[in-house]
């Protein structure tokens, strides 16, 4: 059995629970490890051509999250070649190829920058882009997959699909009820159709969103914003309320709570990082007055003075 035509074979099954993103990343990964296989044969896939397409990326000087990439495709492929009878054992199930990423934490945006970006004037369907990146927090590929009928005002709810097809569904706060309404009295459109069109009737893809991201980066002056980052900071904002970190695991649609308390740990940071700023430019040393000299004050009762 030709090693390409396994590959395909895997990636046809993978469609019916990943995302395109994860499809796509997919399918990038096993055309370079087919490539370095000797020959077009499934028996090619093994520890060999594993270890080979490592040291190749290595050579490469290619980034960790690049290689534990690759790696998390190699080892889907193999335990998926185990059930279906391809291989005999999993090939990757050696502690010498457990390749981990850099963990990377949220990055939301500031209180500031959030400001600059929601205060400026936009035509209506980027006003409505905004507002389903800002109070949604969805990934942009659902966002730009919505359809006029994922939208309804009675109640006022927004649903997508996300990873693995799994349909989430959040209500709409009354900003972006507000927002979808108008947009929508002025673009109108079936049920069927994407939500977000330009003039022309052309649906938003991602990446368009993210070019127009870009755009109002420059306007707003706030550098380094990216779709994803409207949902670390949305998820973020719901923490510093103080939401349960459970509730906002729902709200991210995560599988794993694991995921989201990710967003824990950067609020915790943030608070260490404001109580330090606190520390260094408000505290001011005064000397001492000079008792000898000084009257005697009225006496002041601490606990009866804090407020």
């Known amino acids: 059995m030709r090693l390409s035509a396994v590959a395909e074979e895997f990636l046809k099954d993978a469609r019916l629970t990943k995302s395109r993103?994860?499809?796509?990343?997919?399918?990038?990964?096993?055309?370079?490890?087919?490539?370095y296989a000797p020959i077009d044969s499934h028996k090619s896939f093994n520890a060999?051509?594993?270890?080979?397409?490592?040291?190749?990326?290595?050579?490469?000087?290619?980034?960790?999250?690049t290689?534990?990439?690759?790696?998390?495709?190699?080892?889907?492929?193999?335990?998926?070649?185990?059930?279906?009878?391809?291989?005999?054992?999993?090939c990757t199930d050696d502690p010498v190829l457990n390749v981990k990423g850099q963990a990377k934490l949220p990055k939301p945006l500031e209180a500031h920058e959030v400001k600059k970006l929601l205060a400026l004037e936009l035509d209506?369907?980027?006003?409505?882009?905004?507002?389903?990146?800002?109070?949604?927090?969805l990934r942009v590929t659902p966002i730009a997959d919505l359809l006029v009928g994922n939208?309804?005002?009675?109640?006022?709810?927004?649903?997508?699909?996300?990873?693995?097809?799994?349909?989430?569904?959040?209500?709409?706060?009354?900003?972006?009820?507000a927002t979808l309404t108008k947009y929508l009295n002025?673009?109108?459109?079936?049920?069927?159709?994407?939500?977000?069109?330009?003039?022309?009737?052309?649906?938003?893809n991602q990446r368009r969103i993210q070019r127009m991201v870009r755009k109002w980066a420059a306007r707003a002056g706030v550098s380094g914003v990216t779709p994803h980052r409207f949902r670390h900071t949305a998820a973020t904002e719901m923490l510093e309320r103080n939401?349960?970190?459970?509730?906002?695991?729902?709200?991210?649609?995560?599988?794993?709570?694991?995921?989201?308390?990710?967003?824990v740990r950067v609020r915790d940071a943030m608070l260490t990082d404001a109580v330090m700023r606190r520390s260094a430019t408000n505290i001011v040393t005064t000397p001492l007055p000079d008792k000898?000299?000084?009257?005697?004050?009225?006496r002041v009762n601490l606990e009866e003075d804090e407020s």
Do not use: C
């Not at 060999?48 to 000087?61: F, N, Q, Y």
């Not at 002025?186 to 977000?196: A, D, I, M, S, T």
């Open 243 to 263: 939401v349960n970190p459970a509730v906002v695991q729902k709200f991210l649609n995560h599988a794993n709570i694991t995921t989201t308390m990710g967003y």
């Open 186 to 204: 002025q673009f109108p459109g079936k049920p069927y159709e994407r939500l977000l069109r330009d003039r022309k009737g052309r649906p938003m």
């Open 67 to 90: 290689k534990a990439r690759y790696m998390s495709t190699m080892r889907e492929f193999s335990k998926w070649g185990v059930r279906k009878d391809i291989w005999p054992k999993d």
């Open 151 to 177: 939208v309804t005002f009675d109640p006022p709810r927004i649903t997508s699909i996300g990873k693995g097809d799994k349909e989430h569904s959040l209500p709409m706060t009354p900003e972006l009820t």
């Open 21 to 35: 993103n994860t499809i796509r990343a997919y399918s990038l990964d096993l055309a370079r490890i087919v490539k």
């Open 292 to 298: 000898s000299f000084s009257e005697p004050g009225p």
């Open 48 to 65: 060999v051509l594993v270890g080979k397409v490592l040291a190749e990326l290595v050579s490469r000087k290619r980034k960790p999250n």
């Open 124 to 137: 209506p369907l980027e006003t409505a882009v905004r507002a389903v990146l800002y109070w949604t927090g």
